[in-house]
């Protein structure tokens, strides 16, 4: 099991260009969610989903949008980056909230704006 | 609202000293609650989590949370630090609001333990 993978690991933006932050899964979980981690911040939830073709907003959505076609994959998508989007972004995904089982994380992908 | 609170940006103490990093919850009915730590350039592992019964609960790595309702907190410890310790921990509670229980957590702004050999 290769559990949570996010790509790219790094990435440096200009303003105004747009980009897909990857993540899949293989451990048939339903929920997944992408989180965005800054300094000092801990992590802001952006999206969540809690099935294939459901998503629903986080706490800081703007800017950002996301599709869960399948299971397995939930992309973030930044379609005008902005320097205030520089952050470190995190994948994570569980199985059944219902009984409080844990998220599991991918190793983030760390994105720049300039 | 719900939140939570790591009063303590960083927390130095010495290999084989005990050591206690703080959380304090606000939320409306019953918590549940999480500690994760992050090693650098990896994303947050899962270490225990507080639903019910007993308010001391044991985690991964000799790691335990004291869950304290009067005073809502659930600060982690753990009698003997390691320096393979040193990392970042993050409190976080389950986001209860709405009408279902979707697993979004709430976390804290996160602690740096430093454990100095």
């Known amino acids: 099991n290769a559990g949570v993978t996010q790509t790219p690991k790094f990435r440096i933006l200009k303003i105004g260009q747009s980009m897909t932050l990857q993540c899949t899964q293989d451990?048939?979980?339903?929920?997944m969610y992408w989180y965005r981690q800054d300094p000092g911040m801990g992590l802001k939830l952006i999206y969540y989903?809690?099935?294939?073709?459901?998503?629903d907003k986080g706490e800081v959505p703007n800017g950002y949008n996301v599709s869960r076609s399948t299971t397995e994959d939930f992309p973030l998508r930044l379609e005008l980056a902005a320097p205030s989007q520089t952050s470190v972004y995190f994948c994570?995904?569980?199985?059944?909230?219902?009984?409080?089982?844990?998220?599991?994380f991918g190793n983030g992908t760390r994105l720049t704006v300039t | 609202a719900q939140s939570v609170a790591q009063p303590e940006d960083q927390v130095n103490v010495a290999e084989g000293n005990p050591l206690t990093v703080k959380c304090t919850y606000s939320?409306?009915?019953?918590?549940?609650l999480f500690w994760y730590v992050q090693y650098p350039n990896r994303g947050l592992q899962f270490l225990l989590k507080?639903?019910?019964?007993?308010?001391l609960v044991k985690g991964s790595y000799g790691f335990e949370a004291e869950f304290n309702k009067s005073q809502t907190s659930f600060h982690l410890k753990k009698p003997s630090a390691l320096v393979s310790d040193s990392a970042l921990y993050f409190c976080?509670?389950?986001?209860?609001?709405?009408?279902?229980?979707?697993?979004?957590?709430?976390f804290g702004q996160g602690t740096t333990l430093q454990v100095k050999p």
């Open positions: 994570a995904s569980s199985y059944s909230p219902g009984t409080n089982s844990p998220l599991h």
């Open positions: 451990m048939n979980h339903n929920y």
């Open positions: 989903s809690v099935g294939a073709g459901i998503t």
């Open positions: 939320v409306s009915g019953n918590p549940y």
């Open positions: 507080y639903i019910t019964g007993d308010n």
């Open positions: 976080a509670v389950r986001d209860m609001s709405g009408s279902s229980n979707t697993g979004k957590l709430i």
